[in-house]
């Protein structure tokens, strides 16, 4: 759109609050008091006063009209560009769990697959043995390649290490460099990343077609990193007080979308080539190839977006120190609210240059703030729920074959031959059909609902209660999983009911609210970074529990599920720590009402 001519601030139909209009009287009663008045003497001593007195009232009322703006075209645009990033990202995590049984089936089917199938298999009636072969028969990668239950763990975890690294490292260069400076290029590292995993081939004579993939995805997981602290931090400081909560879930919401649609991809994929994969097991090669290379899409679609996103003006004020420049962004901001259009932007945009003295946010200071106890109980708080949730969701989501035999939906029943069980020969491409489907159903059966629920009631119940209840639920959930497992597993729709109320509680619990208060609680120069830490912890639970736990789940559920209820117990006690944010804003939770100096 072209250049927008509204007067900054002033021509907005914004009202503000009573508690915004206190506190821009008392910013304007600092600017009168320290007006020079009948003693000569302060005069010169007081200029200094009047700039900060003057400074802090453009500050507060910048702050207040983003705080109490109606909900509008540019906040779904910020909702919009964040979330369509949260989609790739869970799109790229949880499609590997997907894709890798194809490469086993390709790559080592032939190397690990032998023998034959008895005569007279029920079903079958057959007269002669049937030889196995990578069409007939899944590979079990896990009991065949050295170590296989870590390799196999370790290329599921490895995009959450590089997660870990991309989380620390952009959290911290968001808060030194700017938003806008590092929004778009943790978008740009995926699309590079994710290309190179859905290209990458064995070596003739070097690393494997693992090696390779897990190398593309730890630096595709550094790219997924930096798009925590990045969308979360902007779209908090872009928010309004009231729906500031369901923006950041809305933005988070986006991952089930991502998830769902993988599942939507392989079964689409496999749907089209199933008569090609019956005829040559191999076209699986294409199928998992295919399906990494479409997390591309949504990434395209809004890297553009990310680039040219303005800076928020908190950052311009509380970092920089250019109260004007935020005055002039708050009103086009506010303008572009009006502009039905998700695609609309400024053009001409002045760089913020500093005019008053600010806190700083050097190392230093980042130990100075967090040395205090209120302040250091706040990030312990949000990095230790984050913690104790990913331990148990990611150790569940990235290890589903256990649960998908359960619900009969990894391949047909053992049989009995001759009183021995035996798995009976398979059409590989129904199978792999089959768990595209159970992962489909899993997506829809909770994991879906749960986080648009959240996003329906995170303002009206509050972040701490849907914590503490989503943590209690989950708690007794895999509790109840632990202490009757031996029955409950033979039970499917027992099993079902208790795991579905599980991932309902997970996205309508901690598994969003750990993502929203990170984003509010902490002040405007160090939030990319203690959102970032927060993050990090999460990716060191989640490491914990996929390489740590998850090769031992199949052999030993019954403590693994006994070990998660207890972390969750933990993470609900956690809870305790972090404020309460709905309702209050950024710099009310923050404690920092006033950053200018001088």
């Not at 991952?255 to 392989?266: N, T």
């Not at 984050?386 to 150790?395: H, P, S």
């Not at 009757?484 to 309508?508: E, Y």
């Not at 060191?540 to 006994?562: C, E, H, K, M, S």
Request: aromatic share 12%; net charge positive; hydrophobic share 45%.
């Amino acid at each position: 759109m072209g250049q927008i001519k509204k007067d900054p601030l002033q021509s907005c139909a914004c009202p503000l609050s009573l508690e915004m209009k206190k506190k821009l009287f008392e910013s304007k009663k600092a600017f009168n008091r320290s007006a020079p008045g009948a003693n000569k003497q302060k005069t010169a001593n007081m200029s200094a006063a009047v700039d900060k007195g003057t400074e802090s009232a453009k500050r507060a009322q910048a702050f207040a009209h983003l705080d109490e703006a109606k909900l509008g075209w540019f906040h779904l645009r910020a909702v919009i560009v964040s979330g369509v990033g949260f989609f790739a990202d869970a799109y790229d995590i949880f499609v590997i769990g997907q894709a890798l049984p194809m490469i086993y089936q390709v790559y080592y089917g032939p190397k690990y697959i032998s023998g034959s199938y008895p005569v007279g298999i029920p079903g079958l009636n057959n007269t002669e043995k049937i030889a196995k072969t990578p069409q007939n028969t899944k590979v079990n990668f896990n009991d065949n390649y050295p170590n296989g239950p870590h390799m196999d763990a370790w290329l599921k975890a490895s995009t959450n290490w590089g997660n870990m690294v991309g989380q620390v490292f952009f959290g911290i260069l968001g808060d030194k460099l700017g938003r806008k400076k590092m929004y778009g290029i943790e978008l740009i590292i995926m699309i590079v990343c994710t290309i190179g995993s859905a290209l990458c081939s064995s070596m003739v004579n070097g690393w494997s077609v693992l090696v390779l993939l897990s190398i593309w995805r730890f630096f595709l997981g550094v790219g997924i990193g930096g798009d925590y602290p990045m969308s979360a931090v902007i779209t908090s400081e872009f928010a309004n007080v009231r729906y500031r909560g369901m923006m950041l879930s809305a933005v988070f919401a986006m991952q089930g979308i991502g998830i769902m649609v993988g599942g939507i991809v392989f079964i689409s994929t496999l749907s089209a080539m199933r008569s090609q994969i019956q005829a040559d097991y191999t076209v699986l090669d294409q199928v998992w190839r295919i399906a990494l290379g479409f997390g591309i899409v949504p990434a395209l679609a809004a890297v553009y977006f990310r680039l040219t996103i303005p800076e928020t003006p908190r950052f311009t004020v509380d970092v920089i120190g250019d109260t004007n420049k935020a005055d002039s962004d708050v009103a086009k901001v506010l303008a572009l609210n009006s502009v039905a259009s998700v695609a609309s932007n400024w053009e001409g945009d002045e760089v913020a240059t500093a005019k008053v003295a600010v806190k700083s946010n050097s190392f230093a200071d980042f130990r100075a703030y967090f040395g205090q106890w209120r302040n250091m109980k706040v990030l312990i708080g949000t990095a230790y729920t984050w913690f104790a949730l990913d331990v148990a969701w990611y150790g569940l989501s990235l290890n589903q074959s256990t649960v998908l035999n359960l619900i009969n939906f990894n391949g047909p029943s053992k049989v009995s031959v001759n009183g021995t069980k035996i798995t009976p020969p398979v059409d590989i491409a129904d199978l792999f059909y089959q768990i595209a489907v159970g992962n489909l159903i899993i997506a829809f059966a909770g994991t879906v609902p749960g986080y648009w629920f959240c996003v329906a009631f995170v303002e009206k119940l509050g972040r701490k209660p849907i914590q503490y209840f989503g943590f209690f639920v989950i708690t007794i959930c895999l509790a109840v999983l632990a202490a009757l497992w031996d029955d409950i597993k033979l039970q499917q729709t027992q099993f079902l009911v208790v795991f579905t109320i599980a991932q309902f509680f997970f996205q309508f619990g901690p598994n969003t609210t750990t993502f929203v208060v990170p984003g509010e609680v902490f002040p405007t120069r160090f939030r990319s970074t203690g959102h970032g830490i927060s993050a990090a912890c999460g990716k060191v639970g989640a490491i914990l529990g996929i390489q740590a736990v998850g090769p031992y789940f199949t052999d030993n559920a019954r403590i693994v599920l006994a070990v998660f209820a207890i972390i969750m117990a933990t993470g609900g006690a956690a809870t305790w720590l972090i404020p309460e944010t709905a309702g209050k804003t950024l710099e009310e939770l923050s404690g920092e009402d006033d950053v200018i100096l001088a």
